[in-house]
């Protein structure tokens, strides 16, 4: 599956964006579809996953309250709504399909988007 990531930019503190995600091919639904991002000069982060149904989700401690993961199997397409954004969600975030289930670990997402940079200005 490939994954396209797109709605980044720059946005003030306290501010929102919404990211999108979109995927080719036919199996989007079989896939569980996180969400991850990497700051500038730190490792790669897990941030939300949802899974196939979308009946489950998980959150990163960071973004919970303040980000929301959804999916519409119909459009293939992950979004991931980001409220209250802080300075420290500044980094370049990426989508990404696991075909082995719910996961926050990154060895379990064989597909991954290229990033959409997401900048908060304070």
């Known amino acids: 599956v490939q994954l396209q990531a797109s709605g980044g930019g720059l946005v003030q503190a306290g501010g929102s964006l919404r990211l999108s995600c979109a995927a080719s091919?036919?199996?989007?639904?079989?896939?569980?579809m996180g969400w991850f991002r990497r700051a500038p000069g730190k490792e790669r982060e897990f941030v939300a996953w949802?899974?196939?149904?979308?009946?489950?989700?998980y959150y990163a401690d960071s973004v919970k309250g303040r980000f929301t993961i959804s999916r519409d199997n119909a459009k293939n397409t992950v979004y991931l709504q980001m409220n209250s954004l802080k300075p420290e969600d500044t980094a370049v975030y990426y989508c990404?399909?696991?075909?082995?289930?719910?996961?926050?670990?990154?060895?379990?997402?064989?597909?991954w988007g290229q990033g959409t940079q997401v900048t908060v200005s304070s």
């Open positions: 990404a399909a696991s075909p082995y289930g719910s996961s926050f670990r990154e060895l379990d997402y064989d597909y």
């Open positions: 949802i899974n196939m149904s979308a009946g489950g989700t």
């Open positions: 091919g036919r199996t989007f639904s079989r896939y569980t």
